[in-house]
């Protein structure tokens, strides 16, 4: 994912710094680090101190030593005017007090912020090559790693053990990440502002595993990440972080990350506040829409209403088979996706079109998003104008997830009640079903179910569509056929709604010869124009 950088001239980063208008934070974090910090201050590159484009905010984290008096000491006996040294008046932790950099950071406008241990772990020397990668590469996250040389990491006098444990966690981490980074635990890092904003950082832990947090939203927004190598260096500094329980911190942050990312919980850390809603399943095998293309293609129909049609993923595969589609949900579709496209929230019927005058209608992952899908299907049935004949009755296709799915049976007997970012218990799901429930709900509204089936779980979409996908598949479609009520992820339901009261009557009405009543809809009509009608 990287390379190595040649050293850079910190004039030269500036200069191109100040060309393009861009501003950079030091963020100095420390704690009890008296006797490192001054020695730091002075390794800083001359050409940062008073240059416009750079400030250097030192956080000292409630410490009992006389460091922030002693670093201002210094400062002023040099006549350093952009740099702040502040006291937290209660301790914030490791995480905390980066939180209070990053804010600080967005807050007044700059464009990077670089973070650097005031201990005197990390070379003060480097603040140029990361300055540098961020302006090359147009990088969200820079990382120093140190470990892309085991020997150059020994030389440096880490730990064997924390070299094992190290290279360990973050096989582990790049395995349940997708990421390929070389090192996960350096705390000599750079954050581009706009990543920082994208991101709910100040909601991540103040303890050590921060850090990994902020790695797993970056890996979380697609992120660009670049990592520069750099010397390890282990001198006098006190380590202050236990080893066992930050190693099963990492882990743990890491597993729940995988977990939201299947679909499988819900972590507010990684909940994207700007995504599509609608993800591409007319090609999973086994997935809804899957499902409800092979009926579309064995229907035929000629029309068809894809009602909350999303982005237009399954109306534009309805369109390669010849069929015409009307899209409608709130916002249009992708061009090309639909033949034309009807604007209308779902949650507000009545609609603004008859969707039974088409031959088929599909309701596809839909109904959980509705306050009131019972009110939506009569109404939508209701206001259907040639349902009187049953020969032409069109199909409507229900797909929906399984309440009762065995997994969510599994984690409440255990106590365990989780949303996620999607799947059965998204967060956005406003009414939740079980295969039982929701049939009595449909033909209570007054539709026929010819049939129903039970979907099996998208492991393609949770796991990729690797081996571990194509295993699972086979026996859970089984299962799902055998004994849906408990081990569907989804029901597909096949309808014909029965005519309405109002559409019967349009039939007696017709055959008295007489004018229907003004719908309870319509406005009333002046008393002229009723005795035109008369």
């Given at each position: ?27 100095v ?27 250097l ?21 040099r ?8 006291r ?10 980066q ?5 600080y950071?967005?807050d007044?406008?700059f ?14 020397e480097?603040?140029?090559e ?20 085991v ?13 094992v ?11 349940l ?5 070389s090192?996960?635990?350096?705390g000599?890092r750079a ?50 972080v ?6 099963l ?18 972590s ?48 534009e595969r ?10 409608v ?5 992708r061009p090309?996706?639909t ?28 109904i ?11 109404e939508l ?34 106590g ?20 039982r ?25 949770a796991f ?12 859970a ?10 081990f ?8 014909r709604?029965k ?7 349009s ?5 008295r ?22």
């Amino acid at each position: 994912m990287s390379e190595p950088v040649e050293p850079v001239e910190a004039e030269r980063v500036l200069t191109e710094l100040a060309r393009r208008g861009q501003r950079v934070l030091l963020v100095v974090v420390a704690y009890e680090a008296e006797r490192h910090v001054t020695d730091v201050f002075d390794r800083v590159p001359a050409a940062f101190w008073n240059h416009p484009s750079v400030e250097l905010l030192y956080l000292d984290d409630a410490s009992s030593d006389r460091s922030p008096s002693r670093l201002q000491a210094w400062l002023d006996e040099r006549r350093v005017g952009n740099a702040v040294v502040a006291r937290n008046p209660y301790n914030q932790g490791y995480g905390g007090n980066q939180k209070l950099g990053f804010r600080y950071a967005i807050d007044n406008g700059f464009d990077l912020a670089v973070l650097l241990h005031g201990d005197g772990q990390y070379a003060p020397e480097l603040l140029p090559e990361f300055i540098a990668r961020f302006l090359e590469d147009d990088a969200d996250v820079v990382l120093g790693t140190r470990m892309r040389s085991v020997r150059r990491a020994r030389a440096g006098g880490m730990p064997r053990y924390k070299v094992v444990a190290n290279r360990a966690l973050t096989r582990v981490q790049n395995a349940l990440t997708g990421l390929s980074l070389s090192e996960y635990h350096t705390g000599y890092r750079a954050y581009a502002t706009a990543y920082l904003r994208s991101v709910p950082f100040e909601i991540n832990t103040n303890d050590f595993h921060f850090d990994t947090q902020v790695l797993l939203q970056a890996a979380n927004v697609g992120a660009r990440i670049r990592e520069i190598d750099i010397p390890t260096h282990y001198g006098d500094e006190v380590c202050r972080v236990n080893g066992l329980s930050y190693g099963l911190h990492v882990l743990a942050s890491t597993l729940r990350y995988r977990l939201h990312q299947a679909g499988m919980m819900c972590s507010m850390r990684y909940r994207r506040r700007s995504h599509a809603r609608y993800q591409d399943k007319a090609d999973l095998a086994g997935s809804s829409h899957d499902a409800a293309l092979e009926l579309v293609a064995r229907f035929r129909p000629r029309t068809l209403v894809d009602l909350g049609c999303g982005p237009g993923h399954v109306a534009e595969r309805c369109r390669r088979l010849g069929v015409d589609v009307t899209g409608v949900d709130r916002e249009p579709p992708r061009p090309g996706t639909t033949d034309r496209f009807v604007r209308a929230d779902l949650d507000q019927t009545p609609l603004p079109l008859d969707a039974f005058a088409a031959d088929g209608v599909l309701l596809l992952d839909v109904i959980e998003h509705l306050s009131d899908p019972e009110r939506f299907l009569i109404e939508l049935r209701e206001h259907a104008a040639g349902l009187a004949d049953p020969a032409g009755r069109p199909f409507l296709i229900i797909t929906t997830p399984n309440v009762a799915f065995v997994t969510m049976r599994l984690n409440l007997l255990l106590g365990r009640f989780t949303y996620a970012d999607r799947g059965i218990l998204d967060v956005t799901h406003k009414r939740l079903f079980n295969r039982r429930n929701l049939l009595r709900a449909v033909r209570d509204c007054g539709y026929d179910v010819e049939w129903s089936r039970g979907l099996p779980p998208p492991f393609g979409l949770a796991f990729g569509e690797g081996l571990w996908a194509k295993l699972c598949h086979g026996p859970a479609w089984l299962a799902a056929r055998v004994w849906p009520s408990l081990f569907a992820f989804q029901v597909l339901l096949v309808c014909r709604p029965k005519p309405s009261t109002r559409s019967l009557l349009s039939h007696v009405y017709a055959q008295r010869a007489v004018a229907p009543p003004p719908s309870a809809d319509a406005p009333p009509r002046s008393r002229d124009a009723a005795h035109a009608a008369g």
